[in-house]
Structures are given as C-alpha cells and as structure tokens.
C-alpha cells in the first residue's frame, strides 16, 4: 500500500522555521520525485518545491531562498526546511510522488498544518 505521511507542522512565530517530513512507504522511493505543496484557506493549491530522482531540485519563486528541500533515500523520507516564516506561508501542507517532477502527481499524502503568527 502507498503511503505518504506528513509530520512537522505545527504553530510558528512569524520570522521562525519548521522542517516538515514525508515519509514514504509501498513504493520504489528512490525512483520517483517528491513535491511538495500548499493550500492556504479559500485559495487554490501551490506548488513549492520538487526533488527528482536523482536529487535535483526546484523550487517557485516564493520558496526560493527560504524553502530548501532535500530528500534521504535510505529512510525514504523527502524534507521541507521552512526559514524566515511568514503569516502568509500558513496554510495545509501536502507532499506527493510523480515519476517525473513537472509530471502528474499520482498519490498525495494527508497533510500537515501549518499556522505563522503575526
């Protein structure tokens, strides 16, 4: 079975940081990519960032230099280092699997909240 579980959410001040996991299971992880994405209240769902295969990475332009993702093959699990967090970054956090990165997400974990104070 395909899992995909988000941990690492949680309540922030504006200005700190989070790392959120995902941790794989049921599937070859070491052969898919791994993105991750949000979707605050009453808005659509956004893309951050997407580690390929072979560990390269992308990120939106939002993300850039304060999001960093990385992934660990040997405990199947992809990170999300969040810094400098702000009020706007709240929202649901979702991690998903594709063969490729700019390709369809085919499985998405549960995800994980995150709230940024002011």
């Known amino acids: 079975e395909v899992q995909l579980v988000e941990t690492g959410g949680g309540l922030v001040q504006a200005g700190g940081s989070l790392r959120l996991s995902c941790k794989a299971s049921?599937?070859?992880?070491?052969?898919?990519?791994i993105g991750w994405f949000r979707q605050a209240p009453g808005k659509g769902r956004e893309g951050i960032s997407c580690?390929?295969?072979?560990?390269?990475?992308d990120y939106s332009d939002f993300a850039k230099g304060r999001f960093t993702i990385s992934r660990d093959n040997a405990k199947n699990t992809v990170y999300l280092q969040m810094n400098s967090l702000k009020p706007e970054d709240t929202a649901v956090y979702y991690c998903?699997?594709?063969?490729?990165?700019?390709?369809?997400?085919?499985?998405w974990g549960q995800g994980t909240q995150v709230t940024v104070s002011s």
């Open positions: 998903a699997k594709a063969e490729i990165c700019a390709y369809e997400y085919d499985f």
């Open positions: 049921g599937f070859a992880f070491d052969a898919y990519a």
């Open positions: 580690t390929s295969s072979d560990s390269r990475t």
